[in-house]
Protein backbone atom coordinates (compact mmCIF):
# COMPACT_ATOMS: atom_id res chain seq x y z
CA UNK A 1 0.00 0.00 0.00
CA UNK A 2 1.70 3.65 -1.16
CA UNK A 3 0.65 6.87 -1.70
CA UNK A 4 0.75 7.73 -5.68
CA UNK A 5 3.84 8.36 -7.36
CA UNK A 6 2.62 12.00 -8.37
CA UNK A 7 1.38 13.40 -5.10
CA UNK A 8 -0.56 16.43 -7.55
CA UNK A 9 -2.12 13.11 -9.51
CA UNK A 10 -4.22 14.20 -12.72
CA UNK A 11 -5.78 17.62 -12.44
CA UNK A 12 -9.49 16.91 -10.56
CA UNK A 13 -12.19 18.88 -11.54
CA UNK A 14 -12.49 22.08 -9.86
CA UNK A 15 -15.89 22.21 -8.89
CA UNK A 16 -18.53 18.86 -7.74
CA UNK A 17 -17.71 16.67 -4.77
CA UNK A 18 -19.32 14.09 -6.70
CA UNK A 19 -17.03 14.70 -9.69
CA UNK A 20 -14.30 14.69 -7.32
CA UNK A 21 -14.96 11.52 -5.95
CA UNK A 22 -15.85 9.83 -9.34
CA UNK A 23 -12.29 10.64 -10.05
CA UNK A 24 -10.55 9.49 -7.21
CA UNK A 25 -12.52 6.77 -7.55
CA UNK A 26 -10.40 5.31 -10.38
CA UNK A 27 -7.61 3.00 -9.32
CA UNK A 28 -6.44 0.33 -7.11
CA UNK A 29 -8.80 0.11 -3.91
CA UNK A 30 -5.96 -0.53 -1.56
CA UNK A 31 -4.23 2.65 -2.30
CA UNK A 32 -3.23 5.25 -0.08
CA UNK A 33 -5.07 8.76 -0.79
CA UNK A 34 -2.95 11.29 1.04
CA UNK A 35 -4.55 14.35 1.81
CA UNK A 36 -1.21 15.80 -0.29
CA UNK A 37 -2.47 14.31 -3.22
CA UNK A 38 -6.47 14.89 -2.79
CA UNK A 39 -5.70 18.69 -2.36
CA UNK A 40 -3.72 19.31 -4.81
CA UNK A 41 -4.64 21.74 -7.72
CA UNK A 42 -7.49 22.39 -6.13
CA UNK A 43 -6.69 26.11 -4.88
CA UNK A 44 -8.63 27.59 -1.85
CA UNK A 45 -11.77 25.16 -2.62
CA UNK A 46 -8.61 22.21 -1.03
CA UNK A 47 -10.45 23.50 2.49
CA UNK A 48 -13.69 22.31 1.21
CA UNK A 49 -12.11 18.95 0.19
CA UNK A 50 -9.81 18.92 3.28
CA UNK A 51 -12.79 19.46 5.70
CA UNK A 52 -14.99 16.71 3.92
CA UNK A 53 -12.11 14.64 4.27
CA UNK A 54 -11.60 15.15 8.03
CA UNK A 55 -15.31 14.54 9.21
CA UNK A 56 -15.55 11.06 7.32
CA UNK A 57 -15.10 9.58 10.47
CA UNK A 58 -18.22 11.35 11.80
CA UNK A 59 -20.25 9.01 9.84
CA UNK A 60 -18.96 6.23 10.93
CA UNK A 61 -21.08 4.61 14.16
CA UNK A 62 -18.02 4.09 16.23
CA UNK A 63 -18.08 5.95 19.63
CA UNK A 64 -15.34 8.04 20.07
CA UNK A 65 -13.83 7.73 16.70
CA UNK A 66 -15.14 11.00 15.31
CA UNK A 67 -13.52 12.85 18.41
CA UNK A 68 -9.84 11.20 18.00
CA UNK A 69 -9.44 11.01 14.60
CA UNK A 70 -12.10 14.08 13.08
CA UNK A 71 -12.36 16.74 15.96
CA UNK A 72 -8.69 18.06 16.11
CA UNK A 73 -8.43 18.08 12.43
CA UNK A 74 -11.70 20.04 12.16
CA UNK A 75 -10.03 22.54 14.66
CA UNK A 76 -7.09 22.90 12.68
CA UNK A 77 -8.94 23.84 9.15
CA UNK A 78 -11.12 26.61 11.24
CA UNK A 79 -8.43 27.99 13.00
CA UNK A 80 -6.17 27.88 9.08
CA UNK A 81 -9.51 29.90 8.07
CA UNK A 82 -9.49 32.51 11.02
CA UNK A 83 -5.82 33.02 10.19
CA UNK A 84 -6.73 33.74 6.59
CA UNK A 85 -4.65 31.55 5.09
CA UNK A 86 -5.12 31.09 0.81
CA UNK A 87 -4.72 27.28 1.20
CA UNK A 88 -4.51 24.76 3.64
CA UNK A 89 -0.79 24.65 5.77
CA UNK A 90 -0.59 20.73 6.11
CA UNK A 91 2.05 19.39 8.56
CA UNK A 92 4.20 16.40 7.46
CA UNK A 93 2.85 13.57 8.84
CA UNK A 94 -0.57 14.76 8.38
CA UNK A 95 -0.14 15.07 4.36
CA UNK A 96 1.24 11.64 3.91
CA UNK A 97 -1.42 10.03 5.49
CA UNK A 98 -5.28 10.14 4.15
CA UNK A 99 -8.30 7.18 3.80
CA UNK A 100 -7.92 4.60 1.82
CA UNK A 101 -9.77 4.34 -1.51
CA UNK A 102 -11.67 1.61 -0.53
CA UNK A 103 -13.08 4.21 2.48
CA UNK A 104 -13.58 6.66 -0.16
CA UNK A 105 -15.28 4.91 -3.02
CA UNK A 106 -17.48 3.19 -0.07
CA UNK A 107 -18.89 6.48 1.70
CA UNK A 108 -19.41 7.82 -1.93
CA UNK A 109 -21.68 5.12 -2.78
CA UNK A 110 -23.27 5.61 0.48
CA UNK A 111 -23.87 9.39 -0.13
CA UNK A 112 -24.06 10.21 -3.72
CA UNK A 113 -27.81 9.59 -4.09
CA UNK A 114 -28.76 12.59 -1.79
CA UNK A 115 -24.94 14.54 -2.49
CA UNK A 116 -26.25 14.51 -6.34
CA UNK A 117 -29.01 16.12 -5.44
CA UNK A 118 -27.91 18.37 -3.09
CA UNK A 119 -25.72 19.55 -5.81
CA UNK A 120 -28.12 21.12 -7.76
CA UNK A 121 -29.11 23.63 -4.63
CA UNK A 122 -25.28 24.34 -4.22
CA UNK A 123 -23.73 26.70 -6.37
CA UNK A 124 -21.72 29.54 -6.98
CA UNK A 125 -23.53 32.40 -5.27
CA UNK A 126 -22.60 35.61 -3.24
CA UNK A 127 -18.86 34.81 -4.54
CA UNK A 128 -17.35 37.86 -2.62
CA UNK A 129 -19.02 37.46 0.61
CA UNK A 130 -17.75 33.80 0.22
CA UNK A 131 -14.43 34.95 -0.21
CA UNK A 132 -14.11 37.88 2.04
CA UNK A 133 -11.86 37.71 4.89
CA UNK A 134 -14.34 38.77 7.31
CA UNK A 135 -16.59 35.80 5.84
CA UNK A 136 -13.63 32.93 6.11
CA UNK A 137 -13.20 34.11 9.69
CA UNK A 138 -16.75 33.65 11.00
CA UNK A 139 -16.96 30.31 8.92
CA UNK A 140 -13.50 29.16 10.81
CA UNK A 141 -14.26 30.37 14.07
CA UNK A 142 -18.19 27.80 13.62
CA UNK A 143 -16.06 25.52 12.36
CA UNK A 144 -13.25 24.95 14.97
CA UNK A 145 -16.13 25.02 17.69
CA UNK A 146 -18.27 22.48 15.61
CA UNK A 147 -14.75 20.54 15.23
CA UNK A 148 -14.71 20.77 19.41
CA UNK A 149 -18.02 20.04 19.55
CA UNK A 150 -17.24 16.91 17.98
CA UNK A 151 -14.22 15.56 19.26
CA UNK A 152 -16.43 15.81 22.63
CA UNK A 153 -18.01 12.45 23.91
CA UNK A 154 -21.82 13.82 23.23
CA UNK A 155 -24.01 10.94 22.88
CA UNK A 156 -26.05 11.26 19.54
CA UNK A 157 -24.36 14.19 18.26
CA UNK A 158 -21.79 12.86 15.76
CA UNK A 159 -24.46 12.86 12.48
CA UNK A 160 -25.38 16.71 13.24
CA UNK A 161 -22.06 18.31 13.76
CA UNK A 162 -20.53 15.87 11.34
CA UNK A 163 -23.71 16.54 8.75
CA UNK A 164 -23.30 20.38 9.13
CA UNK A 165 -19.52 20.79 8.52
CA UNK A 166 -20.14 18.51 5.45
CA UNK A 167 -22.38 21.42 4.23
CA UNK A 168 -19.84 23.51 4.92
CA UNK A 169 -17.05 21.51 2.87
CA UNK A 170 -19.91 21.57 -0.23
CA UNK A 171 -19.97 25.68 0.28
CA UNK A 172 -16.42 26.18 0.09
CA UNK A 173 -15.88 23.84 -2.62
CA UNK A 174 -18.30 25.52 -4.39
CA UNK A 175 -17.73 28.79 -3.12
CA UNK A 176 -21.92 28.95 -2.03
CA UNK A 177 -21.85 32.37 -0.14
CA UNK A 178 -25.80 31.89 0.25
CA UNK A 179 -25.18 28.67 1.57
CA UNK A 180 -22.66 30.14 4.06
CA UNK A 181 -24.83 32.60 5.46
CA UNK A 182 -27.35 29.48 6.28
CA UNK A 183 -25.18 27.42 8.20
CA UNK A 184 -24.03 30.97 9.64
CA UNK A 185 -27.09 30.90 11.28
CA UNK A 186 -27.68 27.17 12.07
CA UNK A 187 -24.44 27.04 13.72
CA UNK A 188 -24.66 29.42 15.70
CA UNK A 189 -27.86 28.31 17.35
CA UNK A 190 -27.02 24.62 17.16
CA UNK A 191 -23.66 25.68 19.53
CA UNK A 192 -25.99 28.07 21.59
CA UNK A 193 -28.32 25.31 22.43
CA UNK A 194 -25.75 22.94 23.39
CA UNK A 195 -24.16 25.39 25.41
CA UNK A 196 -27.43 26.26 26.57
CA UNK A 197 -28.85 22.72 27.28
CA UNK A 198 -26.05 20.62 28.43
CA UNK A 199 -24.27 22.05 31.76
CA UNK A 200 -21.93 18.86 31.25
CA UNK A 201 -20.19 20.60 28.42
CA UNK A 202 -17.80 22.57 30.02
CA UNK A 203 -16.47 19.46 32.01
CA UNK A 204 -16.15 17.39 28.87
CA UNK A 205 -14.51 19.78 27.42
CA UNK A 206 -12.05 20.30 30.14
CA UNK A 207 -11.16 16.37 30.70
CA UNK A 208 -10.78 16.61 26.23
CA UNK A 209 -8.24 19.30 26.75
CA UNK A 210 -7.06 17.37 29.58
CA UNK A 211 -6.33 14.19 27.80
CA UNK A 212 -4.26 15.90 25.61
CA UNK A 213 -1.97 17.66 27.76
CA UNK A 214 -1.42 14.37 29.20
CA UNK A 215 -0.77 12.62 25.79
Known amino acids: MGTPTDPAGPTPPRSGL???????????????????????GLGRSAFGMFLFVSILP??????????VVAGPLVVLIGLQLVAGLSRPWLPRFVARRGPMRRTLNRFRERIAPWLGRLEHLVRPRLQGLAGSRAANALTGTLVAVLGLLLALPIPMTNYIFA???????????????????????VSAATITV???????LAQLLADWIGGLRQD
Open 58 to 67: GFIPVPGAAG
Open 194 to 200: MALGSGE
Open 163 to 185: GLLLLFALALLERDGALLVALWI
Open 18 to 40: VRLLDTFAQGDPDELLSLEYLLG
